[in-house]
């Protein structure tokens, strides 16, 4: 035998660690919902995102869109796992979050986005845009839980947080209750382009701009948020 079939069992420094549960079966889903949508639409959308991913998005969009009269509840379960997976790792490529869930549920699988404390289930963003919103009744809502469909931020009042001394009222909201007061003051949008996964996405970079302003006017210096920091704030530790 000769070294060369030896096996090679040398270990770099610069070797990645392997993924994350979540993060492993969020890239499965990532990948089959783009053959899906290549096999359906003929448009090859991983390229299309390098490019322009608002292009890719209205793509998305439009796909789903011819499936809101799909009746079968599990084409449109399937369809909503691998979607919400796929516009969840758009999110974290474009603007840096990180997947947790048990790695085997796709409605489990739950975002936190690094540059500002906010969370979502993008898996559910995705079946609210194929439903066009959470109607009461619906054979075609997964079981289980409630359809999550909101932006999660900070619900701690400032002054809880003890992060400023707050100089007005408006200075002492917490996060939530003030973005939901600048989001109250855009003019709505038609319903269909409000659950979109497009109106999704925009909403969400607004929602950083927002928090972004405010940290600046408030003297707070930019963070990175981790896992540890939401571990923290949601459970009071």
């Known amino acids: 035998m000769t070294s060369n079939d030896l096996p090679d069992t040398r270990v770099t420094s610069a070797s990645s660690p392997p993924p994350s549960p979540a993060q492993a079966l969020a890239t499965q889903l ?64 474009e603007i840096g979050a990180t997947w947790i869930g048990d790695g085997k549920d796709p409605r489990k699988l739950r975002l936190l986005l690094e540059p500002n404390f906010v969370h979502l289930s993008p898996v559910d963003f995705a079946y609210a845009a194929i439903l066009v919103g959470e109607p009461e009744v619906d054979p075609r809502l997964p ?51 409000f659950y979109s996964l497009t109106g999704r996405y925009e ?14 006017s ?7 948020y981790h896992l540890n920091d939401y571990v923290a704030a949601l459970t009071g530790t």
């Not at 400032?158 to 939901?180: C, F, K, P, Y």
């Not at 408030?218 to 990175?224: A, D, I, K």
């Open 30 to 93: 990532a990948a089959a919902f783009a053959e899906q949508i290549r096999r359906a639409i003929g448009v090859e959308i991983e390229p299309l995102v390098e490019r322009d991913g608002e292009v890719a998005l209205a793509y998305v969009d439009h796909y789903l869109g011819m499936l809101h009269e799909e009746d079968r509840e599990p084409i449109v379960s399937l369809v909503a796992a691998n979607a919400g997976a796929w516009f969840g790792e758009l999110i974290r490529r």
């Open 143 to 193: 079981t289980g839980s409630a359809l999550d469909t909101a932006y999660h931020l900070r619900k701690a009042e400032r002054g809880e947080a003890n992060e400023i001394e707050a100089e007005t009222e408006a200075d002492s909201l917490s996060d939530h209750a003030w973005v939901m007061q600048r989001l109250a003051e855009v003019p709505p949008l038609p319903e269909n382009e």
């Open 203 to 216: 909403t969400l970079l607004l929602i950083l701009e927002l928090l972004a302003a405010r940290h600046s």
């Open 218 to 224: 408030l003297g707070l210096e930019p963070t990175r």
